[in-house]
């Protein structure tokens, strides 16, 4: 007979007791991220959820798009406008601040050599002129930073032009009560006008007119990644579509076809309408600002031309070069070479007969001036002061009735072609309006609609 099977003993369960067996491994935790991912590869392997995929691509595309277009027009547009209301403006008044300043200085020579008696009228242009650049200076300094190179230059002319207005008010006390001392003041005055007051005048100039010119370049380039976003969006929006139609043999998605005439729309106001801003910026440019700038170049070399010409007379060769010449009859003959230059290409830039005809008329005036100053120098030359002072200075049949002539001309020229500019520049300006916000609102309205186009391909599966 065979003995009875042992009973299994139970392991003891206590403190020091040792399960046996393999233990199984606790399973391992997945972050929100991990299973994310894992459902979104589980759904790109299904229709639906491919379409899905398309659908937030599309919409992020069109509507990065039409961010980007709203933003580099909004900097385009930006830029048009201080092209028009704060760079050019600015630039024409430190023109005037130079102009002034340069008629001050020859109006203070013109009423030296009047006698102790000055003409009430170029007593009146002179302080008229001062004011006019004080005024100026106000405005400019009211719309420039002070630590900026231009507001460094309206400092030290804000500093310079007390002292010269000082110096012409002694030069002018002296002449009335006959004092040779006057002439010394007047060309210390004047001194001081071409070594500090125009040179910081020019530099304000230049300034003004580089930051005029980097406005002009930044609303003119065309917004690259604005536009090749479009040409993707649309790239997009088509192979939807077409692979629309190879799983469906369906035409038309309305969704997807209203995402993309509403995208297409915004590229062609986009370039259609940078174009024509380029094209009126430009055309301000070319044939505004380059005109206005070579005028202002040639009213200047008028007005210092004019007041070395007077000059000439006062010193009376006091003052010579480094050969032995007349100093101011040097400077005069300088700048009426670099004036004839300047109105040739001012005649050159003129795209119409409104700008050409005073330049014309300016040109012809130069000539007369020459020819009167060649009689004044042959008089003075000839011991015939008195002569000469008329030549010079006299309301009729001289050199001051030609000056004259030359800068009425040279006012109506740059009045022209200030207009010329301003339409140019506000037609260019205005094609961008309305295209920023514009293009914000049909890039939302694209995305909605290829998201609602999306939409009605997976009701299909439901």
Same mark, same amino acid.
């Given at each position: 007979?065979?003995?009875?099977?042992?009973?299994?003993?139970?392991?003891?369960?206590?403190?020091?007791?040792?399960?046996?067996?393999?233990?199984?491994?606790?399973?391992?935790?997945?972050?929100?991220?991990?299973?994310?991912? #894992?459902?979104?590869?589980?759904?790109?392997?299904?229709?639906?959820?491919?379409?899905?995929?398309?659908?937030?691509?599309?919409?992020?595309?069109?509507?990065?798009?039409?961010?980007?277009?709203?933003?580099?027009?909004? #900097?385009?547009?930006?830029?048009?406008?201080?092209?028009?209301?704060?760079?050019?403006?600015?630039?024409?008044?430190?023109?005037?601040?130079?102009?002034?300043?340069? +008629?001050?200085?020859?109006?203070?020579?013109?009423?030296?050599?009047?006698?102790?008696?000055?003409?009430?009228?170029?007593?009146?242009?002179?302080?008229?002129?001062?004011?006019?650049?004080?005024?100026?200076?106000?405005?400019?300094?009211?719309?420039?930073?002070?630590?900026?190179?231009?507001?460094?230059?309206?400092?030290?002319?804000?500093?310079?032009?007390?002292?010269?207005?000082?110096?012409?008010?002694?030069?002018?006390?002296?002449?009335?009560?006959?004092?040779?001392?006057?002439?010394?003041?007047?060309?210390?005055?004047?001194?001081?006008?071409?070594?500090?007051?125009?040179?910081?005048?020019?530099?304000?100039? #230049?300034?003004?007119?580089?930051?005029?010119?980097?406005?002009?370049?930044?609303?003119?380039?065309?917004?690259?990644?604005?536009?090749?976003?479009?040409?993707?969006?649309?790239?997009?929006?088509?192979?939807?579509?077409?692979?629309?139609?190879?799983?469906?043999?369906?035409?038309?998605?309305?969704?997807?076809?209203?995402?993309?005439?509403?995208?297409?729309?915004?590229?062609?106001?986009?370039?259609?309408?940078?174009?024509?801003?380029?094209?009126?910026?430009?055309?301000?440019?070319?044939?505004?600002?380059?005109?206005?700038?070579?005028?202002?170049?040639?009213?200047?070399?008028?007005?210092?031309?004019?007041?070395?010409?007077?000059?000439?007379?006062?010193?009376?060769?006091?003052?010579?070069?480094?050969?032995?010449?007349?100093?101011?009859?040097?400077?005069?003959?300088?700048?009426?070479?670099?004036?004839?230059?300047?109105?040739?290409?001012?005649?050159?830039?003129? +795209?119409?007969?409104?700008?050409?005809?005073?330049?014309?008329?300016?040109?012809?005036?130069?000539?007369?001036?020459?020819?009167?100053?060649?009689?004044?120098?042959?008089?003075?030359?000839?011991?015939?002061? #008195?002569?000469?002072?008329?030549?010079?200075?006299?309301?009729?049949?001289?050199?001051?009735?030609?000056?004259?002539?030359?800068?009425?001309?040279?006012?109506?020229?740059?009045?022209?072609?200030?207009?010329?500019?301003?339409?140019?520049?506000?037609?260019?300006?205005?094609?961008?309006?309305?295209?920023?916000?514009?293009?914000?609102?049909?890039?939302?309205?694209?995305?909605?609609?290829?998201?609602?186009?999306?939409?009605?391909?997976?009701?299909?599966?439901?």
């Amino acid at each position: 007979m065979a003995p009875a099977p042992t009973p299994a003993v139970p392991a003891p369960t206590g403190s020091g007791a040792v399960a046996s067996g393999p233990q199984q491994p606790p399973p391992a935790r997945t972050t929100a991220w991990a299973e994310g991912r #894992d459902r979104l590869r589980a759904g790109a392997t299904t229709e639906p959820g491919r379409l899905r995929i398309i659908g937030a691509a599309l919409a992020l595309l069109v509507l990065a798009f039409g961010a980007v277009t709203a933003w580099q027009v909004s #900097d385009r547009a930006a830029a048009a406008d201080d092209v028009v209301t704060r760079s050019q403006p600015l630039s024409a008044d430190a023109a005037n601040i130079y102009r002034s300043l340069a +008629d001050a200085d020859t109006s203070a020579a013109s009423g030296f050599l009047a006698g102790a008696q000055e003409p009430r009228a170029v007593t009146e242009r002179y302080e008229k002129d001062i004011a006019e650049a004080s005024r100026l200076l106000v405005k400019a300094a009211a719309n420039t930073s002070s630590v900026s190179a231009s507001g460094q230059e309206i400092a030290k002319l804000n500093q310079q032009l007390p002292r010269y207005t000082g110096l012409i008010e002694r030069a002018r006390a002296n002449n009335r009560q006959g004092l040779p001392l006057g002439g010394a003041y007047l060309r210390y005055a004047n001194e001081q006008m071409t070594t500090h007051l125009l040179p910081a005048a020019k530099k304000l100039y #230049d300034e003004e007119t580089a930051r005029l010119y980097r406005d002009y370049d930044e609303a003119s380039s065309w917004p690259y990644v604005a536009l090749g976003l479009g040409v993707l969006a649309l790239g997009g929006l088509g192979w939807a579509q077409h692979r629309n139609y190879r799983r469906t043999n369906r035409v038309f998605n309305q969704g997807m076809l209203a995402a993309s005439v509403a995208s297409l729309a915004v590229l062609l106001w986009l370039t259609v309408g940078h174009a024509v801003a380029a094209s009126g910026l430009d055309d301000s440019r070319a044939h505004g600002q380059e005109s206005l700038k070579v005028l202002n170049d040639a009213r200047i070399s008028s007005l210092q031309a004019r007041a070395n010409e007077n000059l000439t007379l006062v010193s009376r060769g006091a003052v010579t070069t480094a050969d032995g010449k007349d100093k101011y009859e040097s400077d005069y003959r300088s700048g009426m070479a670099a004036l004839e230059r300047q109105l040739s290409d001012a005649r050159r830039l003129a +795209d119409d007969v409104g700008g050409s005809t005073p330049v014309s008329r300016a040109l012809e005036g130069v000539k007369t001036w020459k020819g009167w100053h060649a009689k004044a120098r042959t008089a003075d030359d000839g011991g015939d002061y #008195d002569e000469a002072l008329t030549r010079i200075t006299s309301a009729k049949d001289s050199s001051g009735e030609a000056f004259g002539h030359v800068d009425d001309a040279l006012e109506r020229a740059v009045s022209w072609e200030q207009r010329e500019f301003t339409e140019a520049a506000e037609g260019g300006r205005s094609a961008l309006s309305g295209l920023a916000v514009g293009a914000g609102v049909l890039a939302v309205l694209a995305a909605g609609a290829a998201v609602v186009g999306i939409g009605r391909r997976l009701s299909e599966y439901r």
